[in-house]
């Protein structure tokens, strides 16, 4: 059994043991275990030093101080005399369940205001992902039960994107997907010649495209991440990717595609694209959340004669073939004019202002006249008109051939895509990296003394917390008392509200500009 098990390769363990416990076991290993030669054997060549779990305060967890959490609660759920150390079967007194209970809620601040009666089950894969983000090197991880919960809903957005996936897929395209990874890449020039006849060629959509070379681009970030043993940084780069990249972007760019009367090659390239990218995700997740991952890889269409399990597949690689840079470049054209239109209309609140004129002229509009909605509910607000201007032709062509996505992801309309504007008289501006996007018609969409008076009450409000805090982190006495998180918190809040004041006077001067 020893000369099978010793030498290992990678000890994992805590910065906290490694004189106690590594370096001990270094010395007697080489003192005790000598090769043919009588040579000293080390026994490991690497140690990998993971980050330790404290409380919400960062103290180390002990049983004397009440800050001990079992994750198996966090796993299966809880209620709070279990979670604080009690016995199902033994009731504690008042006394002893007020004293645990008081130690808890000052180790555990956030977890015992969410929840005050116990924690809900999380599940493993959850618990896992938490730890693997939060345990980046040089860091320790500090227990957020709230945070826990946060992960769960990443992992129900992952079943939700797989669910969305088979709704859209009907059963005489299930088994045609079976082989769409092997034909696409077939029409790329990878792969065996042989390989399964495409039923027609495969041509890709610029979303498409897009998402499937950020697909290799993340797949390689998860590589290199696993070989330098940071396991903290594949975590945060996959969830970035399947929640940002695939789900706010990608689902939402190829849904028109998904529609039942697109023409069969763009639906086709669609579903495949996404079935690609979202198979490719749950076997690079798999090692970090292998539940979930295994119940809906099953779900998914995969190649006859495919491995039973997904532990047992291979692990994904990165095709160089489906690398797109001049597709994720012209999608970054697309975003940045969506972004700018999005922020329009949160700034200066204008599907509230559109929704309200659309009241106010449907009560002046005759009675015998139609109803602009059919199933007498909340009448529909006419579109807000943009026009964007760039003097990048590159920039105009692309986002002329993708007006009608921008106008589907914005619920907008989109005039026209032009150089130079000869007047703005009357618009309001937003500039992103290579365009301005120009909101028309603002001096009719907004209510001009309404929003002024919005924002003015809003800038006091931040005005007034701002100065309050700016006070109170002037004091030294404050400063050397409290609590280092305490002074850094109040030193964050008052960056953001800082910044957030700028905002707010910027948006009172263009609509003081739009009254004069």
Known sequence: ALEKYYPTSVLVTGWDILFFWVARMMMMGMHFVKDENGKQVVPFRKVYIHALVRDEKGQKMSKSKGNVIDP??????????????????????????????????KAF???????????????????????????????NIRLSVPRIDGYRHFLNKIWSAVRFFLMNVDESEFEQLQSFREALLHSRGVGDSESQAVSGPIELGLPDRYILSRLQAVTQEVDTAFTASRFSDGAQALYRFFWTELCDWYIELCKPA????????????????????????????????????????????RPAGSPASIMITLYPTADAALKDAEAERHIGYVQAAVAAMRSIKSTYNLKAQAKAQAKDQAKDAPKDQPKDSDDGGEVEAAPVRFLIRSADPEIRKVLSEQKALCQLLTRSHITDVVEEVQSTKGTIAQVAPGLTVLLLDADTLIDVPTEIARVQKEAQKADKELTSLQDRLGKPDFVARAKPEVVAENRARVAELGRRLGELRDIERVLHEMRA
């Open 72 to 105: 198996l609660h966090l796993v299966h759920g809880a209620g709070l005399p279990e979670i604080l150390g009690f016995a199902k079967d033994k009731a504690p007194s008042k006394k002893e369940l007020d004293e645990a209970h008081n130690k808890f809620k």
């Open 109 to 139: 601040p956030s977890a015992a205001a969410t929840y005050p009666t116990g924690f809900p089950r999380q599940g493993a894969d959850a618990l896992r992902f938490f730890l693997l983000v939060m345990g980046a090197q040089g860091r």
């Open 258 to 301: 998904l529609a039942q009367d697109a023409p069969q090659g763009v639906r086709r390239a669609a579903l495949g694209s996404l079935l690609v990218c979202l198979e490719t995700v749950l076997r690079l997740m798999h090692p970090f959340i292998p539940f979930i991952t295994e119940e809906l890889w099953l779900k998914l269409p």
